[in-house]
Structures are given as structure tokens and as C-alpha cells.
């Protein structure tokens, strides 16, 4: 069956420090994969997709970047955090009709 | 513009009642797809309920039925007999394809859902 990872679930982080998510997903190929940012009591805000190796599409501006090493590997980092970055950060993975997600990463930067 | 809307921002029921969470959408794709989501406190997104585009039945899982009004561009959830497990954010979302980029899935901003004893 297919499961997603993601960690660590949460994380401190002090301003200026570099960040680094890791989400990895099994049991496909290929997969589709997404992070997305939800702000205290909002909703999710979509920061970057990936349909493949070494293929990233970034959907807002942002401090923060994301790579896809390996097929079923997906990263999101910083190399200086902001204030502004403190949030619940999801990856989610999308077959035809559902969506997968991780557990999540809450970070805050402080 | 808005792609998904949910215009409540928070709702009471009563346990036992049945409660429905509003959400329209927006798109020139003639093939999509609508999901709805239930996020609890823990921060999970636990899968709800899938209605596609060209699915002619509204979608039905358990307690949970989705009001698929295609003309109206709405896709409104429905929860029958209350429980208080529901209280949790629910959220919209609508697939949309992008071409070589694959499908999108897009968000609401959620509706906080509180079941009173």
C-alpha cells in the first residue's frame, strides 16, 4: 500500500538558520508531489509541486526552495529562516481522486 | 481570484443534528475534481469524500454525502447525525489539471466545525 513520511513533526527554529523538511512516499512511482504551508486557523497554501525528477514549479514567491533528488523524494528548505516562515508545512502526494498526506512538520521560528 | 470558497469561518450544531459546510468553486476546466477534508486538532488532513466533474450521483461515504451542484459551481458537504468526533476544520479542495505541469490540487480556507453536546 502507499504511505507518505514526513518529519520531523516539529522543529524550533532561530531566525537566519537554515531549514530542511524531508518527505519521501512508497509504494508508487512517479508520484506528484506537493508542499503546502497553513498558517495559524487558515487554510493551505500551496509553495511547491513537483510531477518528477529534478522538476519543481513554485507557486508563490518565497524564502523557501525545494528539490526532488529522487523519484519518491521530495525537500523543502531555507538557507536563512524569517520570522514570517512559522507555520504547519504539509506534503502531500496526489493520485486521480485523493489526495495523501503527511503527518505535517509544525515550525517555529523564533 | 478565489478559486475555492467557504464563507463560514466557523459553525455550531447540535450532536445528533445533521450540519451542511458551504463551498463554492471556480474554473473553466471542463474536467475536475472536489474533495473535502477534515483536519483535526492533531493537524492530519484525513480524506473525506471525492465527487468528480462528470460524475452524474452525488458522492456518498458513510455519514458523509457531498451536494454536488454542478450550474451553481458548488460542491457543499454534507454531515448527518452529528458527532462530537466531527468538531475538527474541514476544508474544500478542487483538482484542476494544468497541462504538462499534471493536476493542482487547490484549497479553502476552511470552516471550523463545533459539535455541542
Not at chain 1, 42 to 64: A, K
Not at chain 2, 56 to 74: C, H, I, M, P, V
Amino acid at each position: 500500500s502507499q504511505t507518505i513520511h514526513q518529519w520531523p513533526a516539529t522543529l524550533v527554529q532561530p531566525v537566519g538558520s537554515p531549514l530542511s523538511l524531508e518527505c519521501t512516499v512508497e509504494g508508487t512511482s512517479n508520484p506528484n508531489l506537493y508542499w503546502y504551508r497553513q498558517a495559524a486557523g487558515r487554510g493551505l497554501q500551496l509553495l511547491f509541486y513537483s510531477v518528477g525528477i529534478g522538476q519543481i514549479s513554485s507557486e508563490v514567491p518565497q524564502n523557501l526552495s525545494a528539490s526532488r533528488p529522487q523519484d519518491r523524494q521530495f525537500i523543502l528548505s531555507s538557507k536563512k529562516l524569517l520570522l514570517s516562515d512559522s507555520g504547519f508545512y504539509l506534503c502531500a502526494w496526489r493520485p486521480l481522486d485523493r489526495a495523501f498526506f503527511g503527518q505535517g512538520t509544525r515550525l517555529t521560528v523564533v | 481570484a478565489q478559486k475555492i470558497t467557504q464563507t463560514q469561518p466557523g459553525m455550531f450544531v447540535q450532536e445528533k443534528e445533521a450540519v451542511t459546510l458551504d463551498c463554492t468553486y471556480d474554473t473553466s476546466d471542463q474536467s475536475y475534481g472536489l474533495f473535502w477534508y477534515k483536519q483535526p486538532s492533531s493537524g492530519e488532513m484525513i480524506f473525506l469524500i471525492y465527487q468528480g466533474s462528470y460524475d452524474e450521483q452525488n458522492a456518498t461515504e458513510g455519514r458523509y454525502s457531498l451536494n454536488f451542484q454542478k450550474a451553481r459551481k458548488s460542491a457543499n458537504l454534507v454531515i448527518s447525525a452529528s458527532q462530537l468526533g466531527d468538531s475538527a476544520m474541514y476544508f474544500c479542495a478542487m483538482r484542476e489539471a494544468r497541462g504538462n505541469a499534471g493536476n493542482m490540487l487547490t484549497f479553502g480556507g476552511g470552516t471550523r466545525l463545533m459539535v455541542k453536546p
